[in-house]
C-alpha cells in the first residue's frame, strides 16, 4: 500500500472527527494551546517497512493521534481567540485535512460559519478557500464545479484568483469543454499566473499534431540539442526534477525503456525543473545523472517551476511525459504509464510505411 493510500485510509478519516469546543469552555490561553501545536511531531514513516502489515497500522494509529490532535488543537484555539494571528491557518489545515480524507461535509459548515463572523477585509479569502475545498468533491460534476468558480468570480469581480478556481474546474472536463474555460482564463484574467497556466494548457490540447519546437545545450555533455538534430526518432520528452519523489521513484523504468528501444530511432530528452544554479540546481542535476548513470540529454532550464520552457507548455505537476513523433510533430501530452506502448505504436507505424513514404 502507498503511503498515500495509508493516509487516506477510511480510519484516519473516523480519527479526524472532533467535537466542537463551545466558545468560554477552555481554561487555557492561546499562547498555551499554540506551544502545545508547535510542540507535535508527526511520526516518521519507515519506507524499508512499507510491505509490513503490522508496522503499516502502527504507524496508521500512530498518525491518527498526530492529526486528531493538531484538529483538536485548532478548534481549541479558534473558540478561545479567533481573531489570533495562527488561528486561520490552523483551521485552515485542519478544514484541508477533512477534505482530503473524505469529510468534506463537516468542514463546510464550520467554513460557512467562520466567513460569517470574519472582518469584510477577510471574507474573499475565506471564501476562495471554501470554494477551493469545494471543488475538490470527488463526485462533483465538472459543470458544478465551474459554477462554483463562477460564483467566487461573481461575489468578487477582478480578483486574480477567479483564475485558479476556473483552470481548477477546467482540469475536470473533457478536453473540448476544457478548451473554452482555458480561453476564459486567458481572456478575463491576462496579467494573473494562472493566465500563463490557461495559454499553456490549450498549448498541450492543440499542439498535438504540430510540429514541437525544441532547442538548448545539454546541461551534461555541453552539445547543442534541437528538434532538427532529432527527427526521425521518436523523442520521449520527461518534465522532471531531482528533488521530485515520483520522478526519481520511475527513473529505473524508464532507464530499462531507454536501453530496449535506443537503438531501434527513440531518444529520450530531460527537462529539468530542479533549481536555480545559485541554490545548487545544476550541481544536483549533474550529481544525479552521473551516479545513476542516465544518457540522455538534459535541458537544464535553471528557473524551477517559474523555468520559461516548461511554464510555457502549463507543466505544474511533474512528472510529465510527452511523445514526439518521427516527423517532429507532437504526439501525445499524456504518455506518463504510456511511454513503452506509445513508442511501439510509432516504431509500427513507421515499419508499416511504403519505401519512400
Known amino acids: 500500500m502507498s503511503l498515500r493510500k495509508l493516509l487516506a485510509s477510511a480510519a484516519l478519516a473516523t480519527a479526524l472527527s472532533v467535537a466542537p469546543v463551545a466558545s468560554g469552555q477552555s481554561a487555557r490561553t492561546a499562547e498555551q494551546i499554540i506551544a502545545d501545536y508547535k510542540?507535535?511531531?508527526?511520526?516518521?514513516?519507515?519506507?524499508?517497512?512499507?510491505?509490513?502489515?503490522?508496522?503499516?497500522?502502527?504507524?496508521?494509529?500512530?498518525?491518527?493521534?498526530?492529526?486528531?490532535?493538531?484538529?483538536?488543537?485548532a478548534k481549541e484555539l479558534w473558540a478561545v481567540d479567533p481573531n489570533h494571528a495562527d488561528a486561520l491557518k490552523m483551521m485552515q489545515a485542519r478544514w484541508r485535512t477533512l477534505a482530503q480524507t473524505g469529510k468534506l461535509d463537516e468542514a463546510l459548515p464550520e467554513i460557512q460559519s467562520a466567513i460569517?463572523?470574519?472582518?469584510?477585509e477577510k471574507k474573499a479569502d475565506m471564501e476562495f478557500f471554501a470554494a477551493q475545498l469545494s471543488m475538490m468533491a470527488r463526485d462533483l460534476a465538472p459543470e458544478a464545479r465551474l459554477a462554483k468558480a463562477d460564483e467566487f468570480?461573481?461575489?468578487?469581480?477582478?480578483?486574480?484568483r477567479g483564475g485558479d478556481l476556473l483552470s481548477m474546474?477546467?482540469?475536470?472536463?473533457?478536453?473540448?469543454?476544457?478548451?473554452?474555460?482555458?480561453?476564459?482564463?486567458?481572456?478575463?484574467?491576462?496579467?494573473?499566473?494562472?493566465a500563463m497556466q490557461a495559454k499553456g494548457k490549450l498549448r498541450q490540447i492543440e499542439g498535438v499534431g504540430k510540429p514541437?519546437?525544441?532547442?538548448?545545450t545539454d546541461a551534461i555533455t555541453g552539445k547543442p540539442v534541437s528538434h532538427d538534430t532529432l527527427k526521425g526518432k521518436v523523442v520521449v520528452v520527461d518534465f522532471w526534477a531531482t528533488w521530485c519523489g515520483p520522478c526519481?521513484?520511475?527513473?529505473?523504468?524508464?532507464?530499462?525503456?531507454?536501453?530496449?528501444?535506443?537503438?531501434k530511432g527513440v531518444e529520450f530528452v530531460g527537462i529539468s525543473l530542479d533549481a536555480p544554479e545559485s541554490e545548487g540546481g545544476l550541481e544536483k542535476l549533474k550529481k544525479f545523472v552521473k551516479e545513476?548513470?542516465?544518457?540522455?540529454?538534459?535541458?537544464?532550464?535553471?528557473?524551477?517551476?517559474?523555468?520559461?520552457?516548461?511554464?510555457?507548455?502549463?507543466?505544474?505537476?511533474?512528472?510529465?511525459?510527452?511523445?514526439?513523433?518521427?516527423?517532429?510533430?507532437l504526439y501525445s501530452v499524456n504518455a506518463r504509464g504510456k511511454v513503452e506502448a506509445l513508442i511501439e505504436e510509432l516504431l509500427g507505424q513507421k515499419k508499416a510505411q511504403p519505401v519512400g513514404g
Open 39 to 73: 510542540a507535535l511531531r508527526a511520526p516518521a514513516f519507515d519506507r524499508t517497512k512499507s510491505e509490513d502489515a503490522a508496522y503499516r497500522q502502527q504507524y496508521t494509529t500512530e498518525m491518527q493521534a498526530f492529526m486528531g490532535k493538531q484538529a483538536e488543537l
Open 116 to 120: 460569517a463572523s470574519a472582518p469584510a
Open 153 to 160: 468570480i461573481k461575489a468578487h469581480p477582478g480578483d486574480a
Open 169 to 194: 474546474a477546467a482540469s475536470s472536463m473533457p478536453e473540448n469543454q476544457a478548451v473554452e474555460v482555458y480561453r476564459r482564463v486567458a481572456n478575463e484574467f491576462p496579467t494573473a499566473k494562472s
Open 212 to 216: 514541437f519546437e525544441l532547442s538548448f
Open 248 to 263: 526519481v521513484a520511475e527513473m529505473p523504468h524508464m532507464k530499462e525503456i531507454y536501453a530496449k528501444y535506443k537503438d
Open 292 to 329: 545513476n548513470d542516465i544518457q540522455w540529454p538534459q535541458y537544464y532550464q535553471g528557473n524551477g517551476w517559474q523555468s520559461q520552457f516548461s511554464s510555457s507548455w502549463g507543466i505544474n505537476a511533474i512528472p510529465a511525459l510527452f511523445v514526439v513523433d518521427q516527423h517532429g510533430n
